[in-house]
């Protein structure tokens, strides 16, 4: 039976249709970001939906929207309590479950490493497994698009620039506009750098709309062969915990 895996974010929803499988990693057969395009999207025969909700508002308009649409369906929320990873944290019920699920799936993909898994959206998340699979913790950061506006809060001086399409930015920036780019940017590869050194990690698992701008930054100072992206990691988490793997 195949299921549709739903994470809801902070500034966008992300559905993931998984295929039931015995594979050690699942990943999406195919991925829509668009509430509007979902009934030309989803196959006809009778679904489960699993729901991680982050940030996001809209689960009660896909709960009746599949009410409505799709009666047969069954709709599920998962909980931190039903991922199988051991939590080192002091609040496990605070977590984002996003999170919880991206370090799931990353050791579920690199066992028996000690990991850096990076959520690099509107918020970045850096966040460590030890070689054991237990979840430490980590640290959350502004993203791209939320740092960049920041600065032009400081000073009316400082213009508003356009981060969204950000992939690789030199520096140092020539003008004011390139220097505020650079800051961002290097400023978001400086700390996932630091945070991998003090974490002691070996692998580095990125994730998120800006996870390969910071793939590219990153292979500038660390090994490449370090690190690896993982665009549907989230959803890859949900399927992971649902098939019980």
């Not at 395009?37 to 009746?64: C, H, I, M, Y």
């Not at 080192?88 to 991206?102: H, K, N, S, T």
């Not at 030199?170 to 700390?191: F, H, K, S």
């Amino acid at each position: 039976m195949t299921f549709i895996a739903v994470d809801f974010g902070n500034t966008r929803t992300k559905f993931g249709l998984f295929a039931e499988t015995h594979e050690p990693f699942p990943l999406p057969i195919s991925v829509c970001n668009n509430f509007s395009l979902l009934e030309s999207w989803v196959p006809k025969e009778p679904l489960d939906w699993l729901f991680a909700r982050t940030g996001g508002t809209q689960d009660k308009s896909l709960r009746n929207w599949i009410q409505t649409h799709r009666p047969q369906d069954r709709a599920e929320e998962l909980t931190f309590k039903q991922i199988p990873l051991p939590l080192d944290v002091e609040f496990p019920e605070q977590v984002g479950i996003d999170r919880l699920l991206a370090a799931y799936a990353a050791r579920t993909y690199a066992p028996n490493l000690p990991l850096l898994v990076v959520d690099a959206g509107s918020a970045m998340t850096v966040d460590v497994v030890s070689v054991d699979g237990v979840f430490r913790g980590g640290a959350i950061l502004p993203g791209f698009v939320a740092t960049a506006n920041s600065l032009a809060q400081i000073s009316p001086k400082l213009p508003k620039i356009d981060v969204t399409q950000i992939l690789s930015i030199p520096y140092p920036g020539r003008n004011t506009e390139a220097a505020m780019a650079a800051g961002v940017y290097w400023g978001a590869v400086g700390a996932v750098r630091q945070c991998y050194e003090m974490a002691g990690a070996s692998t580095i698992v990125l994730t998120g709309g800006n996870g390969n701008a910071l793939k590219i930054g990153l292979s500038q100072v660390l090994p490449s062969e370090k690190i690896v992206e993982i665009p549907e990691l989230v959803l890859s988490g949900i399927a992971i915990t649902s098939l019980g793997q």
